[in-house]
């Protein structure tokens, strides 16, 4: 019913920025509280950024706080996370996770 589907990741140089997408379809991202995550290599996925249903209280994991940005456009039936500053730490697989799904994830390099 559900179906996530991430997109925007890439290779991109240390201070950069990416914009990542979280498209829904089946049913309405507005429905749904809407979760980052990554994991990179060797490591457990972690969390990174949680958007509510009602846009009211966004949290990040302190590595990223001041960097990343969590948005939804619930018309687009999508939510971003917008990435500034990106350092190689956070090089990683990111996945979108809403309604106990989550997506196939988008992988994201910062190398010089």
């Known amino acids: 019913q559900l179906h996530l589907e991430e997109s925007g990741g890439g290779w991109v140089q240390p201070g950069g920025s990416l914009r990542l997408a979280c498209v829904a379809s089946?049913?309405?991202?507005?429905?749904?509280?809407v979760g980052w995550w990554r994991q990179s290599q060797g490591k457990n996925r972690e969390f990174v950024s949680v958007?509510?249903?009602?846009?009211?209280?966004?949290h990040y994991a302190e590595s990223v706080t001041g960097r990343f940005t969590i948005t939804r456009d619930n018309a687009a039936n999508t939510v971003f996370l917008q990435m500034n500053n990106l350092k190689a730490e956070d090089t990683a697989k990111y996945y979108c996770?809403?309604?106990?799904?989550w997506g196939q994830g988008t992988q994201v390099t910062v190398s010089a």
């Open positions: 089946g049913r309405s991202i507005a429905n749904y509280a």
């Open positions: 996770y809403a309604g106990a799904l």
């Open positions: 958007i509510s249903r009602d846009d009211v209280a966004p």
